[in-house]
Nanobody, 129 residues
Framework: EVQLQASGGGLVQAGGSLRLSCVAS????????IGWFRQAPGKEREGVSC????????YYSDSVKGRFTISSDNAKNTVYLQMNSLKPEDTAVYYC??????????????????????WGQGTLVTVSS
């Protein structure tokens, strides 16, 4: 059974840092890209970052570029999201999911693999002002 379990959320003041972890099981970790997605209250879920476990390439949304860093430990089947300079608008439930990287016309983006495991409960990040 495909499982991705996110953890590490919490309450932090604006400007602070948190590191999220995503432990994966039930599939060949090296064969997939793993991403972080978030959903703020009253908003749609959005992509935050994605890393290819095949070649290590990384992708970020414009809203977190330069502040968040995604990394992967293939030996531990774990993906991390280091979040620095947190802002109140980063407040959301963060989820990890396998993702599909799309490169076209000089641009790149990523989407979740919706039919690959469930979203799980996610981990709540609250940034106070």
């Amino acid at each position: 059974e495909v499982q991705l379990q996110a953890s590490g959320g919490g309450l932090v003041q604006a400007g602070g840092s948190l590191r999220l972890s995503c432990v994966a099981s039930g599939f060949t970790f090296d064969d997939y890209a793993i991403g972080w997605f978030r959903q703020a209250p009253g908003k749609e879920r959005e992509g935050v970052s994605c890393i290819s476990n095949n070649d290590g390439s990384t992708y970020y949304s414009d809203s977190v570029k330069g502040r968040f860093t995604i990394s992967s430990d293939n030996a531990k089947n774990t993906v991390y999201l280091q979040m620095n300079s947190l802002k109140p608008e980063d407040t959301a439930v963060y989820y990890c999911k396998a993702c599909r990287i799309i490169i076209a016309g000089g641009s790149s983006w990523f989407n979740p693999l919706s039919d690959f495991g469930s979203w799980g409960q996610g981990t709540l990040v609250t940034v106070s002002s």
